[in-house]
């Protein structure tokens, strides 16, 4: 075997080659890329002519010959080796079956290790024939967890829209998620589906805003590009759900028509119009409204509504219209996301059963709060029935406590009083949802002093919940002044009270019992007739039900604690 360097205009193609088909124009401008940035890496093989010339024929790198021809290489290096019996078919053939094409995995290595040695993206680019936006696409494979990455090397790779979740999580992500799911001893496979579940993430996109650059900036929505994306849509988008959604309601508020309204939508995302109002699929008319909503991809959508005519009574014209005009009221955001009404729910049932349980208590009060907690909308005693609403059930340990050893119904002052305290936490919450027990359990809080308890609200998560507005208002009474992007205020609100203490108003107990009277109204004892009394007792102790029944309230509790 020898070395020479030749014109490669001078090297004969070989009769016997076992590749006969033509490769790809982009396989081909591939490798021609390559020898214009680097040279031809692997010299061709080549064999001395038998038919008296003397020249060389090609056994081996027909395509590097071409190529750097097209690339104007006057001279390239050959291996020149003997010429074989059967003309180098046997040769030929066997180079080009075992030629293995480069794993995933190694590609993404080895272009991060070209950066390391910088070499920059264009430059990899040119060489390699790829677009600069396939370069980085690599490059954001290239950082998937080393550990996931050794695992993908062995074989057992996910799909494309898997890897692509996979690529788009952090490192921190990552190694939680694998940690959970990495393959054990017993079975070697990976399921990265449940991987890639684990670190999806919903995605809101710049190409679904309506806000511009400057409400983006003011939520602090820091766009993100998505490199599997075709190369000619708008790909950026945000995982930061609240703000995306906040700069979407403030540009509907700032844009709203004069005869319009912010309106909300139904749990199958569908759009709620005013009471009574008719949905105008054609084209509306001057009188018409219009409602602005957000659909469930975050999208501003907008539909027409028409009111129907106000009967004619003896009204001048200028209450009309004002009447008119106040059926079509612009909703602004809210001071409080519902993600925060849940959030406060949590945090002052937490802060009230903390309460309940530490907190100094006169009997009276305790005694008078057990009556309360059994007047709340979660509350419901079936006699004989079964279900975590049976005395036996849910607050049977509670009772069982009052029996002594024997089994005799004895106890003393402070047993009671631990016993009491316990059913409290148990029925008494502010959580959103059927559990909660309403305004009872708001008298209950701020009866105990529960306000004390609530934990530190001034954290990312919940000063994500609120509305600009409010969140300027938070910075009343601290050394914080409003910024000019609402992440910029949340974050410097976030270190102030990192070592201190912050409770939202909207979360005191006493806030949340402006509808007491209306409670006392509806709930009002009235005088009952003598028949009404002799009903009543003619019912048997076992039929007894304390469940609103008789009255509705109830049903009525229960529905509006489903909703």
């Known amino acids: 075997m020898e070395l020479k360097f030749v014109d490669p205009r001078s090297l004969k193609d070989n009769p016997d080659k076992a590749r006969r088909s033509k490769s790809s124009p982009q396989a081909d401008a ?59 078919a046997m ?13 995933p995995v190694d590609l993404w290595r080895a272009i991060e290790r070209l950066v390391a040695l910088n070499w920059t993206e264009e430059a990899i680019g040119i060489a390699l024939a790829q677009s600069v936006r396939q370069i980085k696409k690599l490059r954001l494979l290239a950082n998937v967890l080393p550990a996931m990455l050794d695992h993908m090397a062995k074989g057992d790779m996910p799909d494309e829209r898997q890897l692509r979740t ?42 679904d805003a309506s806000f511009g650059d400057e409400l983006a900036q003011a939520y602090g929505i820091a766009w993100v590009e998505d490199l599997f994306a075709p190369a000619d849509q708008d790909s950026r988008y945000t995982t930061d759900v609240d703000a995306f959604l906040g700069a979407q309601q403030e540009w509907m508020t700032q844009n709203l028509p004069k005869k319009g309204v912010i309106a909300e939508v139904s749990n199958y995302g569908e759009v709620k119009l005013p009471p009574k109002a008719e949905r105008v699929y054609g084209t ?55 993600k925060g009404i849940e959030m406060i729910g949590d945090l002052r049932t937490d802060a009230l059963h903390e309460a309940l349980s530490r907190a100094p208590i006169e009997d009276e009060t305790l005694l008078a709060l057990l009556v309360l907690a059994f007047a709340g909308q979660n509350v419901r005693v079936d006699s004989g029935a079964g279900g975590d609403f049976r005395f036996g059930g849910r607050f049977g340990r509670h009772a069982a406590a009052l029996f002594d050893a024997e089994g005799k119904f004895a106890f003393d002052t402070d047993t009671l009083r ?12 502010c959580r959103e949802g059927m559990s909660k027990s309403g305004v009872v359990a708001l008298v209950a809080g701020a009866a105990i002093g529960a306000d004390s308890f609530l934990a530190n609200m001034g954290t ?40 201190g203490h912050f409770v939202h108003p909207a979360a005191l107990f006493a806030s949340g019992v402006t509808s007491l009277t209306e409670w006392l109204a509806k709930n009002a004892v009235t005088e009952v007739e003598d028949d009404d009394v002799t009903d ?9 039900m304390i469940d609103g029944d008789a009255d509705g309230e109830f049903e009525e509790g229960y529905r509006d604690a489903a909703e």
């Not at 053939?93 to 293995?100: D, K, P, Q, V, W």
């Not at 009309?320 to 005009?325: I, L, P, S």
């Not at 990312?460 to 992440?487: H, I, M, N, Q, Y």
């Open 460 to 499: 990312e998560d919940f000063l994500a919940c609120l509305s600009r507005l409010a969140l300027e208002g938070s910075c009343t009474d601290t050394p914080v002044l409003p910024r000019a992007r609402v992440k910029d205020t949340r974050a410097a609100l976030v270190e102030h009270f990192k070592e």
């Open 166 to 207: 996979i690529a788009a999580a952090s490192l921190d992500e990552q190694k939680e998620v694998w940690k959970a799911h990495k393959p054990s001893k017993g079975d070697p496979q990976v399921d990265w589906w449940r991987v890639a579940q684990g670190l999806a993430k919903t995605r809101m996109y710049a190409r």
């Open 536 to 544: 009543v007792e003619d019912i048997g102790a076992d039929d007894q």
């Open 284 to 338: 509306p008319k001057k009188s018409d409204h219009t409602a602005m909503y957000l659909d469930r991809e975050g999208k501003v959508k907008t539909v027409h509504f028409r009111m129907p005519e106000a009967k004619k009574k003896a009204r001048d014209s200028e209450t009309a219209a004002g009447e008119d005009e106040a059926i079509v009221v612009s909703k602004p955001r809210p001071d409080v996301t519902r």
């Open 30 to 88: 591939l490798l021609l890329a390559t020898i214009k940035a680097v040279g031809i890496v692997q010299p061709p093989v080549v064999a001395a002519e038998t038919d008296g010339g003397n020249g060389f024929v090609i056994d081996d790198g027909r395509r590097r010959v071409k190529q750097a021809i097209a690339a104007g290489l006057e001279q390239i290096a050959v291996l020149v080796v003997s010429r074989a019996e059967d003309g180098g």
């Open 91 to 103: 040769r030929s053939l066997a180079t080009s079956i075992t030629h293995e094409q480069l794993h």
């Open 418 to 429: 631990v016993a009491a305290r316990g059913v409290l936490i148990d029925v008494l919450s």
